[in-house]
């Protein structure tokens, strides 16, 4: 799996992932993301480019998310192709995790969460 890790205008950091989110996916993943979930800033995770995810990567996605929101943050996960997003929503998290299908979307979401101040902490 390819990780990359930039910044997302001044809303964040994105991570751009690339191949399979499975057993040895999950394990690249990890460390990588729950340092970006340490600095406590909005993620957003570009998995466009992602055909499969297993539970390990959803726990991960869940996990750096419950991280971020202690701090009233939010991780979005941008453009899911067809089997991620049907995986996420069974599993009842395309809500939690907020699905976007575009950059603006997620800047909307993002800015909409940095102006409301019941989000401010």
């Not at 997302?8 to 340092?35: C, M, Q, W, Y």
């Not at 539970?55 to 939010?74: D, F, N, P, Q, Y």
């Not at 939690?96 to 800047?107: G, P």
């Amino acid at each position: 799996m390819q990780i990359t890790i930039t910044e997302f205008d001044d809303l964040g950091t994105r991570i751009t992932l690339a191949g399979k989110v499975d057993i040895a996916g999950a394990s690249e993943l990890d460390l990588p993301l729950a340092t970006v979930a340490g600095t406590k800033r909005n993620i957003v995770v570009d998995m466009a480019a992602v055909d499969f995810i297993s539970s390990m990567g959803i726990r991960h996605l869940v996990t750096a998310a419950k991280a971020i929101g202690r701090s009233r943050k939010v991780l979005c996960v941008l453009n899911p192709g067809t089997l991620v997003t049907d995986v996420l929503r069974t599993a009842g998290l395309d809500e939690f995790l907020k699905i976007v299908r575009s950059e603006d979307e997620a800047r909307a979401l993002l800015t909409t969460r940095a102006d409301d101040p019941r989000q401010q902490t």
